[in-house]
């Protein structure tokens, strides 16, 4: 019972106990059958990564045990590369190539490159994308209205009655979780967060890559350039020395004339290597997130690189789960799955509850006192019983 003096309660809820107790009693009711409900298990299927499939260890890419080492490069001062199970790729690959120009090449392509920003801005908005539906669908809707109307009453007499009503009020509602259809969009969400977040991984491994595999190939050109005016060089050098022999009479002239075609065509090869290394010294500042003109890029040879010691042999179902790209697919995947779930739940009836409290006066003044005080709680049941099986049709698209 409520004191009768009790001035925090306005007068219309003092007078009437029973009704109060009543209602609150209901809501209490209908919120215990909505937290029971909520916590339900969610209808739909259960995301469950597929199982990689076994492969011995010893042998994961040819019939027969792998040897344990390579045998010894020339490149490489003779020094042989050693196969080592059980230890995964570093995620600073590179650094195996002991080259300080690449490392910082590739540390500061991964400021400067747009792909990358577009990569984390694409997850960030994943991310808050998340948070918004989150704090729609998970917690209650409450909102704060203030109003004021001019209103024409027709009463019992001749004399219509003309007042302007203010008004004040708090609407709640909030739509109960039966069935799960509220976290399986999460989950939904939380699975597009996680492809994001392997795309953002994919183009970060991508760009590594490429800028090693493009300093790689520089060094390869450089090295045929060197070659090729090497080559040149000596025919060139026979080419005088035949030359002299002819006009001293010891040879005929045809020889002359075979070595100098052969001179031509080697020089010939050299406009095509010295272009094709220009567009790999452009191709490398792109790379890198600047223009050609912008940056002044390391030069990059085959002496300035080292061929690991270590080779990480790692087996197929491990490295499967190292790829971004195949982790990505997998997100897709778990999206779908909790798509399903979402159509599912939206099969069965959606539970709502609602309350609201609200001041009504005729003057402003009068607006925040307990005369004009009223107040509503109540829940709703909403069942979709015919829509020409558009909800059946939506599950079995996401099926």
């Not at 004191?3 to 009543?22: I, N, R, T, Y």
């Not at 392509?109 to 998970?138: F, I, K």
């Not at 779908?336 to 009836?349: E, F, H, K, R």
Request: charge should be positive; aromatic fraction near 8%.
């Amino acid at each position: 019972m409520v004191p009768a003096d009790s001035a925090p309660f306005p007068k219309m809820l003092q007078s009437k106990p029973g009704v109060l107790q009543a209602r609150i009693s209901l809501f209490l009711s209908v919120t215990a059958l909505a937290s029971i409900l909520g916590g339900c298990a969610p209808v739909g299927p259960n995301f469950r990564p597929p199982d990689p499939q076994p492969v011995p260890q010893d042998r994961p890419y040819t019939p027969e045990p792998m040897p344990p080492q390579t045998t010894g490069a020339p490149g490489n001062g003779g020094n042989v590369q050693r196969f080592v199970y059980d230890q995964d790729i570093p995620t600073q690959w590179w650094r195996l190539f002991h080259s300080r120009p690449l490392d910082e090449l590739i540390r500061s392509a991964l400021v400067n490159s747009p792909t990358l920003v577009a990569a984390e801005a694409t997850l960030r908005q994943a991310q808050e994308n998340y948070n918004a539906q989150y704090g729609t669908r998970v917690f209650p809707s409450v909102s704060g209205q203030l109003g004021v109307a001019r209103e024409r009453s027709i009463q019992f007499g001749p004399t219509p009655s003309i007042f302007t009503l203010y008004n004040a009020s708090i609407p709640v509602s909030y739509t109960v979780d039966a069935f799960g259809g509220v976290r399986r969009e999460l989950e939904g969400l939380g699975a597009a967060i996680d492809y994001q977040k392997f795309q953002l991984e994919a183009a970060y491994l991508a760009l590594t890559a490429n800028l090693v595999t493009t300093a790689i190939q520089e060094a390869s050109l450089r090295a045929q350039l060197k070659a090729t005016r090497e080559v040149v060089a000596a025919q060139e050098k026979s080419l005088e020395l035949t030359r002299k022999q002819a006009n001293l009479g010891a040879i005929a002239r045809s020889p002359v004339l075979t070595l100098g075609a052969q001179v031509a065509l080697t020089r010939a090869q050299i406009p095509p290597l010295e272009k094709a290394l220009a567009q790999t010294r452009h191709q490398l500042a792109v790379y890198a997130g600047w223009l050609p003109s912008q940056v002044q890029l390391p030069e990059f040879d085959l002496e300035s690189l080292v061929l690991p010691e270590v080779l990480p042999v790692t087996l197929p179902s491990a490295l499967v789960r190292q790829r971004p790209d195949i982790r990505a697919s997998e997100a897709l995947l778990h999206q779908a799955s909790a798509q399903v779930g979402v159509a599912t739940a939206n099969l069965y009836p959606q539970i709502t509850l609602s309350g609201s409290a609200s001041l009504n006066a005729t003057r402003f003044g009068d607006l925040f006192s307990s005369r004009g005080f009223r107040w509503s709680i109540g829940a709703g049941l909403l069942q979709r019983i015919f829509k020409g099986g558009a909800r059946q049709a939506r599950r079995r698209a996401a099926e």
